[in-house]
């Protein structure tokens, strides 16, 4: 599968955006699909996942727990990421990915190398 991120920008401290990741050439309703970030100089991080095959159980890293709302558009093909409430600490890469939703034995074990694609990123800067 083919993922293409957009919606990143620069955006005031407590504003908000909506993230899409446009999937082509797959099954996406059966991935679990996942945004991750990379914040200058530091490591990708897990943001949230969103599960595969209709149940749509959803998934959080904490410091985005309440702030953060995953959801997918399996008829369009398309995974959101919906961020409020946006802090300058939020400012990074946004990624997107998807993996086969079997590999894992449990849906909130979150292993980057377990995600067979990725989009190309996009980028959301949040001034203070």
């Known amino acids: 599968v083919q993922l293409q991120a957009s919606g990143g920008g620069l955006v005031q401290a407590g504003g908000s955006l909506r993230l899409s990741c446009a999937a082509s050439?797959?099954?996406?309703?059966?991935?679990?699909m996942a945004w991750f970030r990379q914040a200058p100089g530091k490591e990708r991080e897990f943001v949230a996942c969103?599960?595969?095959?209709?149940?749509?159980?959803?998934n959080y890293a904490d410091s985005v727990k309440g702030r953060f709302t995953i959801s997918r558009n399996n008829a369009k093909n398309t995974l959101f990421l919906d961020v409020n409430s946006l802090k300058p600490e939020d400012t990074a890469v946004y990624y997107c990915?998807?993996?086969?939703?079997?590999?894992?034995?449990?849906?909130?074990?979150?292993?980057?190398?377990?995600?067979?694609?990725w989009g190309q990123g996009t980028q959301v800067t949040v001034s203070s």
């Open positions: 050439g797959g099954s996406f309703r059966t991935y679990d």
């Open positions: 969103i599960s595969g095959g209709g149940a749509d159980r959803k």
């Open positions: 990915a998807a993996r086969n939703r079997f590999i894992v034995s449990r849906f909130a074990l979150v292993r980057e190398a377990d995600f067979h694609s």
